[in-house]
């Protein structure tokens, strides 16, 4: 087997802590599998701007052209919350999605059966919750143009093209045939042309998927909806802002933000990142949750590399840490044990040597790659 060549960019406050939990289990995983990870680690971020004057460095760049699937921990540092557009940690980040091409956004949701006391809503709402949120990355408020501030007046502009909304639609379609056939467009269609355009953009696609089931609600219903009865969703398909707060809201569902992956496909390199950010509340301290870092190698494995039973085994391994008690201090029971980052990853990547796979094979999504709908790319 050829040798995988992963772009690994652990980024600022926990990125680096959780990153090399995720590196530990890739290593595991190697190990096992007999597979070659070649690792190679790049700065970006608050990390690229201290050594390249550069939130995405060119050093970056060029190491993203060799990689077949990149990796990366958080972005962002409060010393720079003032520092102009170009050098903020955000925008960084931003680039590189764009340069990727990642235009949709895979972030799955679902509750472990023995974490459902850790989150605040009522258990019965939280049994069997299993949603995947597909947000749209490289278009909307995030990328438009003309954006920009003056001394009293400010803008950012709010635009998607029907080709925008098309590639997006038909993952979550292809998306939701491997799930539970149910797809729901969430937009502000009584209030925004752009809504408009995506809602009539999204039923006209669905056409191709006449087995798919597709319905539409407004974004403010769906914030109530997700929290009040989140088993009623299966795929969430959405624009990039509604789409990014959406899924801070379903990590709720799961007992922590620490918990929850995304895999980013745009039809070439995948990049893979836990959802949350870079917590500069716990940086530093070896408490972070790694979960959602290791979570991300999973999904990695299984879309980015086409390696269903490495993906099983981290997936298994996930699982087998919570069930045996393992904790950080995010998901701990009041009172109960802790482990910290380290102990946590290690806790892992000793059930990931050992785990089940190729059994109960197969994320939410199946047990084989969910690539790009050749259509989506035309
Ligand atoms: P955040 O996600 O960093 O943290 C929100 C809260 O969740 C904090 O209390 C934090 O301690 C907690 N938390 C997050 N991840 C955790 C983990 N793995 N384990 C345990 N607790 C965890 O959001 P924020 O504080 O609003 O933003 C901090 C910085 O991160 C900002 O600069 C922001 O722009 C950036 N950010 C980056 C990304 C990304 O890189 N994808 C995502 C979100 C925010
Ligand atoms: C995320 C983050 C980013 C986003 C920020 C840091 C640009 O919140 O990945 O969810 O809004 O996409
Ligand atoms: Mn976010």
Not at 236 to 255: P, Q
Request: glycine fraction near 10%; charge should be negative; aromatic fraction near 4%.
């Amino acid at each position: 087997m050829r040798p995988y060549t992963i772009a690994v960019l652990p980024g600022d406050g926990i990125g680096p802590e959780v990153v090399a939990e995720a590196e530990q289990v890739l290593e595991v995983v190697g190990e096992r599998f007999g597979i070659r990870f070649i690792l190679q680690r790049f700065a970006v971020g608050a990390a690229g701007v201290a050594a390249a004057g550069d939130p995405l460095p060119d050093a970056t760049r060029a190491g993203l052209t060799r990689a077949d699937a990149v990796l990366l921990g958080a972005v962002g540092d409060p010393a720079l919350d003032q520092a102009p557009w170009h050098l903020r940690p955000e925008t960084g980040l931003l680039a590189l999605r764009a340069l990727l091409g990642v235009f949709a956004n895979l972030r799955p949701v679902s509750v472990l059966p023995a974490l459902v006391g850790r989150s605040p809503l009522k258990p019965d709402r939280l049994r069997g919750v299993d949603l995947l949120i597909v947000r749209e990355l490289t278009g909307g408020l995030y990328y438009g143009e003309p954006r920009g501030r003056r001394e009293s007046r400010a803008v950012n502009t709010l635009t998607y093209s029907v080709v925008e909304v098309e590639r997006v639609a038909r993952i979550a379609f292809a998306a939701a045939r491997r799930r539970r056939n149910r797809v729901t467009s969430v937009d502000k269609a009584n209030v925004l042309e752009v809504s408009q355009l995506s809602r009539d953009t999204v039923t006209r696609v669905r056409r191709e998927y006449p087995d798919v089931h597709l319905d539409h609600l407004y974004v403010d219903t769906a914030a109530m909806r997700l929290v009040s009865e989140p088993t009623a969703f299966d795929v969430i398909l959405t624009e990039n802002m509604f789409g990014d707060i959406l899924s801070d809201e379903a990590a709720v569902l799961a007992g922590s933000l620490g918990m929850l992956p995304s895999a980013s496909l745009g039809g070439g390199p995948g990049l893979f990142e836990p959802i949350h950010g870079s917590a500069p509340d716990i940086a530093g301290r070896g408490v972070a949750n790694p979960i959602g870092a290791i979570a991300s190698v999973a999904l990695l494995l299984r879309h980015g590399l086409g390696l269903p039973d490495a993906a099983d085994a981290v997936d298994r391994g996930i699982e087998q840490a919570i069930e045996t008690g393992a904790r950080t201090r995010d998901i701990a029971e009041p009172g109960g044990p802790e482990l910290g980052t380290r102990a946590m990853g290690e806790r892992i990547a000793e059930a990931v040597r050992i785990a089940e796979c190729g059994v109960r094979s197969g994320d939410s999504l199946g047990d084989s790659a969910l690539r790009i709908p050749h259509s989506a790319l035309e």
